[in-house]
């Protein structure tokens, strides 16, 4: 399974804000190979923080202790319980069961937040987070102490959001992954791990037996720093061995004191040596000299070469970074150059299309006119027809009103006819043929000719009177 190689802690504070991992980095390498690691501490001195810390990055947001009593939000907590705003950083890296060898870095970034909801104050406490990988072979720019972690002018952690920045700026070397990608055991993250050999099981495992210091806590109890185990257990315990001794015991502490007095009894012949160890030291010594110049120029060389990789794959990354950017601007360029052409075409065409539109304009105005001159024409023809038509209706009333007083006047006529010739007044029948006869030729008569004698008058007129009735009936 992939092996431990160094943590980073920075920015944790934890006992009230009173003890902090400003910026600590932990080799756990000897040889530059991965090797077993002990942390002593004295009670109180951070293991289980240390611990807890460290798991966050398995398990985010885990608690810790015998009850899981210790949250992650209390970290952000002063001695007043005031929780307080800022970000603390957990990087590890481990060395992966891969040839060639490959290492992978872990990284999660922790703020604390107020939550948006009611209730107890412990409750309104929640964590913004982000976690991250970075996997490489040999030489890398984005090493566990290279990491942007730390801000050196002003001592603090960098902020959550400032670090976020910069894995997305940097996405073609890392991987992110949400707090949703962490929510269960088959998020994106944990795939992730998974395929790195990294097993979400095993660290569950893991925190069941460090959470009580292994099931061995009560062992030391009494013991707080290293002097104190020495003289409340180990010593005793050794005291105890020699006070049970048995000569057919084997592996027994007691061979060791035996040892001991083996190696005082040839103390005579050991100084001897020890003269002639100093003097072979003194021969050696400016070989050893040569020996630490040679070591420390490979050291600068190795240190110059890392140095050297890490400007190279900078500069490369820039170089491609450059290369984008300048086919991007080309890309730009490109259409700056075709819209150029494209308002210069309009620019061309502004001319043309005033004069269009005024043009089209003008079309308007002459159809709209055209349109009202075609509605007046109209309303004349419709103005010329009633006129035509009230002058044939005043025409033909005229011609009824003369036509009736001519009836009217022939029936006086006959009337007067039947009385005159009863009676014999002919001069009178004389005075209406005249008066007839004027009538006649004021309606329009047809011409016929005057006569003197008052019988042929009579008789002309009662045609007259019959053709004009004829007339009528046929009107």
């Not at 100084?271 to 010594?285: C, Q, S, V």
């Not at 970074?321 to 360029?333: H, M, P, R, S």
Request: aromatic fraction near 8%.
């Amino acid at each position: 399974m992939p092996k431990l190689t160094k943590i980073r802690l920075t920015g944790c504070k934890y006992d009230g804000m009173q003890k902090e991992h400003e910026n600590s980095i932990f080799d756990l390498t000897r040889e530059d190979a991965a090797d077993h690691t002990l942390f002593t501490l004295f009670n109180g001195g951070g293991k289980g923080v240390m611990m807890q810390l460290i798991f966050q990055l398995m398990l985010p947001g885990t608690k810790w202790g015998k009850s899981n009593g210790n949250k992650v939000v209390g970290m952000f907590r002063d001695r007043r319980n005031n929780l307080q705003s800022f970000t603390f950083h957990v990087v590890l890296e481990w060395v992966l069961d891969t040839e060639p060898e490959r290492r992978l870095i872990t990284g999660i970034a922790v703020k604390s937040r107020i939550k948006n909801t009611e209730g107890e104050e412990e409750d309104q406490a929640g964590l913004s987070y982000f976690l991250y990988t970075h996997e490489y072979q040999g030489h890398s720019y984005f090493t566990v102490d290279k990491l942007p972690l730390y801000q050196r002018d002003s001592q603090e952690a960098t902020d959550l959001s400032a670090l976020e920045a910069f894995i997305d700026e940097h996405k073609q070397d890392f991987r992110k992954f949400s707090k949703s990608d962490a929510s269960n055991k088959n998020g994106r993250y944990y795939n992730h791990l998974l395929s790195k050999g990294l097993y979400l099981s095993e660290w569950r495992n893991l925190k069941e037996i460090n959470k009580s210091e292994g099931g061995v806590g009560d062992y030391f109890t009494g013991a707080g720093d290293n002097k104190s185990i020495f003289d409340k257990i180990i010593l005793p315990a050794i005291s105890e061995n020699l006070r049970t001794y048995s000569p057919d015991e084997e592996n027994n502490l007691v061979e060791m004191f035996k040892s001991n007095l083996s190696i005082t009894k040839d103390l005579p012949v050991l100084k001897k040596r020890e003269g002639d160890y100093k003097e072979l030291l003194a021969k050696i010594d400016p070989l050893m000299k040569n020996a630490d110049s040679g070591s420390r120029y490979l050291d600068k060389k190795d240190r110059l070469n890392h140095e050297g990789n890490a400007i190279y794959y900078t500069l490369k990354d820039e170089a491609g970074l450059i290369g984008q950017a300048v086919e991007k601007w080309k890309g730009e360029e490109k259409k700056a150059l075709e819209e150029k052409g494209r308002l210069a075409y309009e620019k061309d065409n502004i001319a043309y299309n005033q004069k269009r539109m005024e043009l089209t304009g003008e079309e308007k105005k002459v159809r709209a006119l055209e349109d009202e001159l075609r509605g007046i024409h109209e309303k004349i023809e419709q103005k010329n027809q009633e006129l035509l038509l009230y002058q044939v209706n005043r025409l033909l009333e005229e011609k009824k009103a003369k036509e009736q007083l001519m009836e009217d006047t022939l029936k006086e006529k006959q009337r007067l006819m039947e009385i005159l010739e009863e009676s014999g007044n002919r001069q009178k029948a004389k005075a209406l043929d005249g008066e007839l006869l004027q009538s006649g030729m004021n309606g329009k008569n047809t011409g016929s000719r005057k006569r003197t004698d008052t019988r042929a008058i009579c008789t002309t007129s009662r045609s007259k009177g019959k053709a004009l009735s004829e007339r009528k009936k046929n009107t």
